[in-house]
């Protein structure tokens, strides 16, 4: 059993930047699969970037590609999502999750295979 708690999110004027983070209790996140998603309304959830076991592989979908980043905090227990260059696009509620998978080599961002997921943190975009 893993806990995720995901926070950072708020309102932000286009071109802006956010730091979002997942918390874990429960299990140590360095361990597995971390994902970032999103939802936006009326929207299915997206996948938009996860990082794999320790630090050896993260993935970028092409929505967020070069201004989105995703990396650890070891001795926080948390995984974070440092995003610039926000649009309006970008609104919607962010998720993280993991499917608790141990020693991945390699990251993945499949919604039905993420077994623990956070409440979420709401990210609004506008001017």
């Known amino acids: 059993q893993v806990q995720l708690v995901e926070s950072g999110g708020g309102l932000v004027q286009p071109g802006g930047s956010l730091r979002l983070s997942c918390t874990g209790s429960?299990?140590?996140?360095?361990?597995?699969?971390i994902g970032w998603f999103r939802q936006a309304p009326g929207n299915e959830r997206e996948g938009i970037s996860c990082?794999?076991?320790?630090?050896?592989?993260?993935f970028y979908g092409d929505s967020v590609k070069g201004r989105f980043t995703i990396f650890r905090d070891y001795a926080k227990n948390t995984v974070y999502l440092q995003m610039t260059n926000l649009t309006p696009e970008d609104t919607a509620v962010y998720y993280c999750?993991?499917?608790?998978?141990?020693?991945?080599?390699?990251?993945?961002?499949?919604?039905?295979?993420?077994?623990?997921w956070g409440n979420g943190t709401s990210v609004t975009v506008s001017s």
């Open positions: 999750a993991t499917d608790l998978i141990p020693g991945t080599a390699y990251c993945h961002i499949t919604v039905d295979g993420m077994s623990y």
């Open positions: 429960g299990r140590t996140l360095y361990d597995y699969n």
């Open positions: 990082i794999s076991t320790g630090d050896g592989n993260t």
